[in-house]
């Protein structure tokens, strides 16, 4: 059971690390490269223009339709005083908790400070495309991006020495184009997995056919959103995306988020994800929910058709948390969901998720202060009070309960519950929904590196739908995902003697089969898995979860004669297989 959260918020004068007046952050660029034009800002927000509330999340490419309008980055915990720290942007309407440029950190006394020289500098964003640096690497020329790539920190300003991600070609530590150093994509596509955890290593990497990187901070300023003391973070981020013929590919855009303790502050309790504005062309007739065992959350729209909008059979789209931060050692729980628990390298992915709505002064509204913002990171509503599963998610409605969970609409994915539960089937008035999904919680401690990656995935269906528009096609969409980002992003992954893929000991037998086919789970040494069986042409037939309560699992009765594809997934492992059923 959730217990209560209980904070003493103090005054943040006389924590305040040293500061300059940094202004807030006002670069700008498009990630344009696949179907989806998503506006890019340097701060800890996206899409939404600061001052202007122009949504430029576009899908497809020049429709002048969007999917999303303005999403952050939000973080918050406690130090040992039992201080509340946040760090969260919204529209920028009541100002900032992040500005641009990498932290200095005092190297006797630990305080850190960024000047204004550096916020302005850092006040910008560093497009590359892989094509660009290839094309260097070749033998070209050096674009003007890869000149004046940000490889390095100013150690005399005590800034870490490594900022941006580069191949350093003669091991000098410095970033120097001429030396043959370039923006570092992975132009091998090896990536090596690591020999404890067996999960690829393909952090300090840049990603897709066109990056973004940038860098921000918590200390530029008095934090104006939260009105806390800054914690001392400084994050490099990176948008991508890449330009596919896969069309769940081609219609998804990547945000990776490097997190570091640039303080002297451990924070416990913490939780970190992302606030999201997320609306499918007409704002004023959403649903959002999630799925649990994908960590995934999404909206779509409430009605077959989005009046001024996206008209008939309207998209679905969402937010797939790929990587989150590390999970405490030892803290006997099952952070990640794949049936292990403390197994070494696990990360926390999505923990909570709650929706609210765009009404202020109301526990279901708008949060207004940080211990708000850390509620609802902690799935908690504005009056501190926790979900319910069912019905509105506060004990009214169809279906309600007086059962305590983290996830408000999961549909039939949470394994807690056995009850469907949506918007739909909940009565709910369609609204302009807003939500945050957020992983933890974990303790960061000074000096911590620790990555949140995320997805914003898209599908369109082209069939009627009586509910949850799209969200089948979307969930379909996901699974490619999570096995793109799997392999590193499609790269090849080495493992030793066995593959990636393979890791999944299991058989299927007979194949093909008549009536029925048989999973066999004996050599697997799974405690669950998640089990999908796809039409040849990538349509979700039917989806269930494998308990360990059994060696094996007999299917296929209900199945037409064809061809099938069975993908059986736990955790960062997977396995697929194609399945004939004869007459």
């Known amino acids: 059971m959730k217990k209560s959260i209980l904070y003493f918020v103090f005054s943040f004068v006389a924590f305040q690390s040293v500061a300059q007046n940094c202004p807030p952050p006002t670069a700008q660029i498009d990630l344009d ?82 000047s204004l020289n550096t916020c302005g500098s850092f006040d910008t964003l560093f497009p590359i495309t892989k094509a660009e640096v290839m094309s260097f690497v070749a033998g070209g020329l050096a674009s003007s991006a890869i000149q004046t790539w940000p490889g390095n920190g100013d150690v005399t300003l005590n800034q870490l020495p490594f900022l941006a991600p580069f191949f350093d070609a003669n091991n000098d530590g410095i970033y120097n184009f001429i030396d ?21 290593e393909c952090d300090d990497y840049l990603y897709g056919d066109k990056s973004i990187w940038w860098v921000f901070n918590d200390i530029g300023n008095i ?21 596919s013929l896969n069309t769940a590919i081609n219609n998804a855009t990547f945000y990776k988020y490097q997190i570091i303790n640039r303080g002297t502050t451990t924070l416990f309790d913490t939780h970190a994800g ?44 969402g937010l797939l948390f790929l990587q989150g931060p590390f999970a405490d050692i030892n803290d006997n729980f099952d952070n990640n969901r794949n049936g292990w628990v403390d197994e ?83 009565g709910i008035t369609p609204h302009d929904m807003r939500f945050v999904s957020a992983a933890g919680p974990f303790i960061l401690q000074p000096g911590e590196v620790n990555y949140l990656t995320t997805s914003v995935v898209w599908a369109r269906s082209t069939t009627p739908a009586l509910s949850l528009h799209s969200v089948p096609e979307l969930l379909l969409a996901t699974d490619v995902i999570q096995n793109f980002f799997d392999s590193c992003f499609g790269g090849n992954v080495v493992t030793g003697i066995n593959t990636f893929e393979n890791k999944i000991n299991i058989s299927i037998s007979p194949n093909p089969f008549r009536s029925q086919f048989v999973i066999d789970f004996s050599k697997a040494d799974l405690k669950k898995a998640d089990v999908y069986i796809y039409s040849i042409s990538g349509q979700l037939i039917t ?7 059994s060696n094996v699992m007999v299917l296929g009765e209900n199945l037409n004669q064809g061809v099938y594809l069975i993908s059986i997934r736990s955790g960062i492992i997977f396995y697929t297989e194609k399945i004939i059923k004869l007459e």
């Open 223 to 243: 934090k104006t959103e939260s009105n806390t003391a800054p914690i001392g973070l400084e994050i490099r981020a990176q948008a991508f995306a890449y330009s």
């Open 344 to 426: 070494p390298g696990e990360n926390c992915l999505m923990n909570s998720f709650i929706y609210f709505t765009n009404t202020n002064n109301v526990p279901t509204g708008n949060p207004g202060s940080a211990q708000e913002m850390y509620q609802m990171l902690n799935a908690y509503w504005c009056d501190n009070t926790p979900i319910f599963y069912g019905g509105d998610g506060r004990g009214n409605g169809p279906g309600a309960t007086t059962s305590i969970t983290n996830f408000a609409f999961p549909n039939t994915s949470d394994p807690s519950f056995s009850t469907s539960w949506t918007m739909y089937n909940s």
């Open 33 to 114: 490269v696949n179907n989806v034009r998503a506006k890019i800002l340097n701060g800890g927000d996206l899409w939404l223009t600061p001052g202007l509330f122009h949504e430029n999340y576009e899908v497809p490419i020049g429709s002048g339709l969007h999917s999303m309008y303005s999403g952050s980055f939000w973080i918050g915990g406690f130090d040992a005083m039992n201080q509340l720290m946040v760090a969260a942007q919204s529209y920028r309407q009541a100002g900032n908790d992040f500005w641009p440029g990498p932290i200095s950190t005092d190297p006797n006394i630990g305080t850190t400070s960024i």
């Open 180 to 200: 043959g150093d370039y923006p570092y994509f992975n132009l091998s596509g090896v990536y090596t997995s690591n020999s404890n955890t067996g999960i690829p």
């Open 543 to 549: 989806s269930m979860q494998y308990a360990g309560n």
């Open 274 to 317: 992302m606030w999201l504005d997320a609306e499918i062309g007409n704002e004023n007739d959403d649903y959002v929910g999630c799925d649990v065992s994908r960590s995934l959350s999404y909206v779509y729209n409430a009605f077959p058709v989005d009046t001024f909008g996206y008209g008939a059979l309207p998209p679905a789209a």
